[in-house]
């Protein structure tokens, strides 16, 4: 009888744990989404699981959460930086983010692309990168993306700067931008801008658009960005 009064409870309790975990699931203060690309590396790496609520504030430069709505590309919930919100210049100056004038690149960890030699490709699989990440342009040359602090004396890499016109974004903004060379704009009234981490290698607001703010579903608060 005393195990069976036990048991019982521990029934009701993980019950109770699991409709609280639904109402929450159901009412969007806790989301979570296992992550397929790598558009937000290295914040959030592919293949992560990332866990967001509605209820934090949506600040800005934090990963939020929404809903990509530009039939012209991939729809869906995408979790990217908020970078921009209304009456914010933008502008990306040879890589580097600009918003009202002001270097932002420096407040977190990003991705951009390098091409780097054979010797680094090795180094970087061994430490855990994947093979398909690098992209051979020659027998002893690749591009992929790095962080700054992927980068060592002990190896050859370079910087690389996207200078030619994106079709996709000249499409959408109507602009002889690129990815590395975007802007100046003004994000409108009921609008926002947002930016993968992984810059040379992500689907953002530089080749969808604005996103509204209505579209926000949640704030990523694990990984922790």
Do not use: C
Request: hydrophobic residues 40%.
């Amino acid at each position: 009888m005393f195990k069976s009064k036990i048991f019982n409870k521990v029934l009701l309790t993980g019950s109770f744990i699991v409709t609280i975990i639904i109402i929450a699931k159901l009412s969007g203060v806790l989301q979570y989404a296992l992550i397929p690309t790598a558009g937000s590396e290295p914040t959030i790496k592919r293949g992560d699981w990332l866990f967001m609520s509605n209820i934090l504030p949506y600040d800005k430069y934090k990963i939020l959460a929404y809903e990509q709505k530009n039939p012209d590309h991939f729809p869906g919930i995408y979790a990217q930086r908020l970078v921009g919100v209304e009456g914010d210049r933008i502008q990306i100056k040879n890589g580097d983010l600009y918003v009202n004038d002001s270097l932002i690149n420096g407040n977190f960890e990003i991705n951009q692309a390098y091409k780097i030699d054979r010797g680094f490709a090795n180094h970087l699989i061994e430490k855990g990168t994947l093979e398909e990440d690098f992209y051979p342009i020659d027998e002893n040359h690749y591009i992929t993306q790095l962080s700054k602090k992927d980068l060592t004396k002990d190896y050859f890499f370079e910087r690389l700067i996207s200078t030619e016109t994106d079709p996709y974004i000249f499409k959408t903004f109507g602009k002889k931008w690129n990815a590395d060379n975007f802007g100046p704009l003004t994000v409108p009234l009921g609008k926002v801008f947002f930016l993968g981490d992984n810059r040379n290698a992500s689907l953002d607001s530089r080749f969808v658009g604005f996103a509204d703010k209505d579209d926000i579903v949640g704030r990523v608060f694990y990984p922790k960005n």
